[in-house]
């Protein structure tokens, strides 16, 4: 596959955003699923189709050998169920238990063939992956061989993207008082939603930067020394975290 403008525009635009390599590839195969390489190798025949072959080609007189064996074995279970229609019946029903055995046969020919297309599509579809991923990793700006023609459009891209998530007029007090307080709520909720050890641990430290700065912050609007909060056990905040209580459940 060649990779026309519009794929590295997309491709650049999303490193911009601070995406990661392997979501770029996902969200590239389903963006531009037309142009990728199809797979080749789905099964064409249905199990109708399959069962009317079966029933058509005859290899090595497999049917009159079915007959065959089906009456030998049923002749006489017949006879006493049915008397003078036994052949009749008998005749019927071999073909009848023909068919249903080509019909089972066709099915499993069909069911194989599926598995087969399957597992060749995910092959596929992997190959595809690794192939993307490969090509992908220089439209990263970070990458040594980054084309030149795209540095401004990974700038204004990636100043686009950040503007949206900024706060303005941040020297205002209240401002970055209520950003800081946001932070640290949302820090403090993760503790204890999650189960992990290493991740409590994680938003326990974040979550004690954000309150030392949000003291200092009120420290220094209120002229006084900024207080100086660093645990002087530095296990202390790892192992506070054995001890945090986990909010009860809700009923229903």
Same mark, same amino acid.
């Given at each position: 596959m060649k990779l026309q403008e519009e794929h590295k525009v997309f491709v650049v635009k999303h490193f911009a955003r601070f995406m990661k390599l392997t979501d770029i590839v996902e969200a590239f195969m389903e963006e531009f699923e037309e142009?990728?390489?199809?797979? @080749?190798? $789905?099964?064409?025949?249905? @199990?109708? $189709?399959?069962f009317e072959g079966l029933l058509e080609v005859d290899e090595g007189g497999e049917k009159q050998e079915f007959i065959e064996k089906f009456i030998e074995e049923h002749t006489e279970e017949f006879q006493k169920e049915y008397g003078d229609e036994a052949d009749q019946k008998l005749n019927e029903r071999v073909l009848e238990e023909y068919e249903n055995d080509r019909l089972r046969e066709a099915r499993e020919h069909h069911n194989q063939h599926q598995r087969e297309a399957e597992e060749g599509r995910q092959r596929h579809r992997k190959e595809l992956q690794q192939n993307l991923f490969n090509r992908f990793r220089r439209l990263n700006i970070e990458h040594p061989q980054f084309p030149d023609k795209y540095?401004?459009?990974f700038q204004e891209t990636r100043d686009e993207y950040c503007n949206n998530y900024r706060i303005h007029d941040l020297t205002a007090s209240e401002k970055l008082t209520r950003e800081l307080e946001t932070l640290y709520g949302y820090q403090k909720q993760l503790i204890f939603q999650l189960d992990s050890p290493k991740e409590i641990e994680k938003?326990?430290?974040a979550a004690h930067h954000i309150l030392k700065t949000i003291l200092a912050h009120n420290a220094l609007n209120a002229g006084q020394q900024v207080p100086d909060i660093t645990p002087q056990n530095p296990k202390a905040l790892k192992g506070s975290q054995k001890a945090l209580p986990k909010p009860p459940k809700e009923d229903g």
């Open positions: 142009d990728l390489p199809q797979f @080749v190798g $789905e099964d064409r025949f249905s @199990v109708q $189709e399959l540095r401004t459009l938003h326990l430290n």
